[in-house]
């Protein structure tokens, strides 16, 4: 359903010769969380307004502006907002599809207040296995919390998924093993990205550069088994291993944010926009990216890529039918067909070493 509704959606963008659209909305309606994680400059840039909350008048109100497909929910921890359900009701009656990213801790509430629907999915934070997951995010126990929520929301019906954030340090055999488990147990699709260096946090040691995070997910995705569920497109996965060069298209991803439309993008924010109108006509994509601005330069999230992707299906008839066949082709979807753009060798193999945040 999803496929058929984003295929109508892109087609309906090439026939009104729109250059900027949105693929996925970012809706962030509070930026507090319960967890501190290393990694996220969240709660650290957005400290002074931790206590404010978006209404749900002001969330639809950003949504029916932006008027996307998708709708993504984050933060901070979305299941702290106290209607959250009403928010999420009120998104998917309008035949939005909704993706709900939590640490899980609050899941006990979000089922309560949000009825399993084909337009939602929840989507758990987990990255790596217990004792990896637990050191990312700062507290022992969350992992189990957040198995546990990911198998009773399956027990009671909910699709979900899951988006793991990987560090320097960390060891692809344990991967190999987290999303085996996790396909397994019923879940829909695992997203995957190195992780974006924060000012924030960007004291820590734990950045990936470009050419680590390449062969990095190569040999995660080597040694996956076949049939492995990843929700990312596969033409994103082939630039995650440096086989497919993309360029930036971050105004694919809008975040909405209790501030304000990030400007220019989820990661960076230069400033903050009233209005999307005023956030599509004032910035100057091409001022971002790799080579124009040293913050882009070892940035490969998947909300500034994962569109570069469809976009090229979308101009090019032969990544399109690619992109549909390896949707759709158990064993394809991280391997291709044999072919890329363009060969990577491999650098010498060095001792992984323990990851300390």
Known sequence: MLSLKLGWYLFKMRLRGRKY???????EPLEDCNLTCTGCGRIREYEPILDRRLTVEECMRAVEECDPPVVSIAGGEPLMHQQIGEIVAAIIKQKRFVYLCTNALLFKKGMKVIPPSPYFALVVHLDGLKETHDIAVERKGVYDVAIKAIKEARARGYRVCTNTTLFSGNRPEEYHELFSMLNDMGVEGMMV?????YKEVAHHDIFMQREEAQSFFRRIFEGCKEGIRFYNNPLYLDFLQGKRDYTCTQWTMPTYTPAGWRKPCYL??????????ELMTTVQWD????????????????????????LEAMNKPGAFIELA????LPGRRVRGFGRSKKR?????????QPVVR
């Open 325 to 328: 066949a390896r949707s759709i």
């Open 193 to 197: 990205s190195p992780a974006f260096q």
């Open 21 to 27: 659209f949105p693929l996925t909305m970012i809706l």
């Open 344 to 352: 990577v060798k491999e650098p010498e193999a060095k001792e992984e």
């Open 268 to 277: 960076i924010a230069d400033g903050h926009a009233e209005t999307y109108q």
């Open 287 to 310: 001022a971002y990216g790799l080579g124009k601005d040293p913050r882009c330069d070892t940035c490969m999230m998947h909300c500034g890529f994962e569109g570069s992707g469809i």
